[in-house]
């Protein structure tokens, strides 16, 4: 399975285009990368998924470079509402959701 | 109508109980799953069944038992509670086994005194 590493945390203001990185050094060949979405006393709620190059939908983008050693969920102009816990994961299982990146978006 | 949902949302006991918490999706989904949210946030697959089978057990204490008595149910008997048990627990689905979109319920946040 693949191990991810995400900063602990970021701040940004509101309206600022927000990029997450995480490392997947092991990814395999078959595994796709998936990002999730956790606000507090909430269940995580899925963004997006990619295999590789760029992913894009209505919430955010996908950027995967060719190597796939890491990925980038780019969200565009963020709101206060987009404070939250980002996570990233590699494989299909979905066993680990590590401890995530935690988004604060400031006015 | 609510996808995933979890009963009962808190939950508060004391050490040595047992308890259940259910959970129910309206999705038609094949895959469903039991997740454990510690104090720090970490969250870890604990089961996962697809058709009521059981697929992934990850290392969890033979005191956690999954029933899964249909496709639409995947229900959590803890035995003995400890204090170490306490975290939010969630139930989640999946269409199929692997599929990356997986929906959760709101949690139960299970408090051990």
């Known amino acids: 399975l693949a191990k991810t590493t995400q900063p602990i945390s970021m701040d940004s203001y509101e309206g600022q285009e927000v990029n997450i990185t995480c490392s997947h050094n092991n990814i395999a060949t078959n595994d796709y990368i998936t990002w999730y979405q956790q606000f507090p006393s909430q269940g995580p709620r899925f963004i997006i998924q990619g295999y590789k190059t760029k992913v894009t939908n209505e919430v955010a983008s996908l950027f995967i470079p060719a190597d796939r050693k890491s990925s980038t969920l780019s969200l565009p102009r963020v709101s206060l509402s987009d404070t939250a816990v980002y996570y990233c994961l590699g494989g299909y299982q979905k066993v680990t959701f590590g401890t995530g990146t935690k988004l604060q978006v400031i006015p | 109508d609510t996808a995933v949902s979890q009963t009962p949302k808190y939950l508060v006991t004391q050490m040595g109980n047992d308890k259940s918490i259910k959970c129910e999706q309206n999705?038609?989904?094949?895959?469903m799953y039991w997740y454990k949210q510690d104090s720090k946030k970490f969250l870890k697959i604990m089961f996962s069944y697809n058709n009521k089978e059981l697929i992934i057990n990850e290392t969890v204490p033979n005191r956690f038992s999954p029933k899964s008595p249909d496709k639409a149910h995947l229900n959590l008997h803890i035995n003995s509670l400890e204090l170490g048990d306490s975290a939010v627990y969630f139930c989640?689905?999946?269409?199929?086994?692997?599929?990356?979109?997986?929906?959760f319920g709101q949690g139960t946040r299970l408090t051990v005194v």
């Open positions: 999705l038609g989904h094949d895959t």
């Open positions: 989640a689905s999946s269409q199929v086994l692997g599929d990356a979109e997986a929906f």
